[in-house]
């Protein structure tokens, strides 16, 4: 499982490129008409945002209490030190948490009984693999800390309790959710508006006011993008708190 993890940690980002592209593959219905009547797709609708837009908080949190290097050298797993604080302190992996709520969510949202019956369970196993080695690398490191770290807080479950004094005594700093998420919430963004407005003739009747509204919301959130991108490559915004 340790090889097999090293091997996906080297390839994961184009394996998030894959997992995306894997929701317009044509699937059965989690939800049909015939089961749940003509407003069947309110259901995938507000279970799937609800779902994906939490993994989305859980890792706009997590990053902007204490953000982790998930990056690694050389394409191989690596850390300089051990993250305990923010949301680590009840979680081990509450970014990887986050992006499973993220594309779970998206997958009902898409109403794709194939992405949530059979490519979760790959991407889960995939991201199990992941977390065994990057422990492995972690208690080969820091030894003891590590353990101990291990024997208090869950790998993948979060552990809500005290989560009121861990924001209490840390300050949010959005900056950095922004600067070190914008290639991510703009993918991701898209996908959702994609699904809603061409998976769902219900929501825009017209089909020629789909492709305008998609368009424009497109439009949209790319200019967001280039200037968030802007303000941080010319340093006019930077993740450093005042």
Same mark, same amino acid.
């Given at each position: 499982?340790?090889?097999?993890?090293?091997?996906?940690?080297?390839?994961?980002?184009?394996?998030?490129?894959?997992?995306?592209?894997?929701?317009?593959?044509?699937?059965?219905?989690?939800?049909?008409?015939?089961?749940?009547?003509?407003?069947?797709?309110?259901?995938?609708?507000?279970?799937?945002?609800?779902?994906?837009?939490?993994?989305?908080?859980?890792?706009?949190?997590?990053?902007?209490?204490?953000?982790?290097?998930?990056?690694?050298?050389?394409?191989?797993?690596?850390?300089?030190?051990?993250?305990?604080?923010?949301?680590?302190?009840?979680?081990?992996?509450?970014?990887?948490?986050?992006?499973?709520?993220?594309?779970?969510?998206?997958?009902?949202?898409?109403?794709?009984?194939?992405?949530?019956?059979?490519?979760?369970?790959?991407? !889960?196993?995939?991201?199990?693999?992941?977390?065994?080695?990057?422990?492995?690398?972690?208690?080969?490191?820091?030894?003891?800390?590590?353990?101990?770290?291990?024997?208090?807080?869950?790998?993948?479950?979060?552990?809500?309790?005290?989560?009121?004094?861990?924001?209490?005594?840390?300050?949010?700093?959005?900056?950095?959710?922004?600067?070190?998420?914008?290639?991510?919430?703009?993918?991701? !963004?898209?996908?959702?508006?994609?699904?809603?407005?061409?998976?769902?003739?219900?929501?825009?009747?017209?089909?020629?006011?789909?492709?305008?509204?998609?368009?424009?919301?497109?439009?949209? !959130?790319?200019?967001?993008?280039?200037?968030?991108?802007?303000?941080?490559?010319?340093?006019?915004?930077?993740?450093?708190?005042?």
């Amino acid at each position: 499982m340790i090889a097999i993890g090293s091997f996906f940690f080297k390839y994961r980002n184009n394996l998030f490129i894959i997992l995306y592209l894997l929701l317009f593959v044509p699937s059965p219905p989690i939800f049909s008409r015939e089961q749940f009547g003509p407003d069947y797709y309110l259901y995938p609708v507000i279970l799937g945002l609800l779902v994906t837009f939490s993994g989305e908080i859980i890792r706009g949190i997590t990053i902007g209490l204490a953000y982790i290097i998930r990056g690694g050298r050389d394409k191989k797993v690596y850390a300089e030190t051990l993250v305990t604080e923010g949301i680590f302190r009840h979680c081990r992996n509450p970014l990887y948490v986050g992006n499973i709520l993220m594309l779970l969510g998206v997958g009902i949202l898409a109403n794709s009984l194939i992405y949530v019956g059979i490519v979760m369970p790959l991407f !889960l196993f995939i991201y199990q693999a992941i977390v065994l080695a990057e422990e492995n690398f972690l208690r080969n490191k820091f030894g003891a800390q590590f353990d101990a770290y291990c024997s208090r807080v869950n790998r993948w479950l979060i552990n809500f309790s005290g989560i009121a004094n861990t924001f209490k005594d840390m300050r949010f700093n959005y900056k950095r959710w922004l600067l070190k998420e914008y290639n991510t919430l703009l993918v991701w !963004l898209i996908g959702i508006v994609a699904i809603l407005i061409f998976k769902y003739p219900e929501i825009v009747p017209e089909a020629d006011n789909r492709i305008l509204i998609f368009g424009v919301i497109v439009l949209v !959130l790319g200019a967001l993008y280039a200037y968030v991108r802007h303000l941080k490559k010319s340093g006019k915004m930077t993740d450093s708190i005042a």
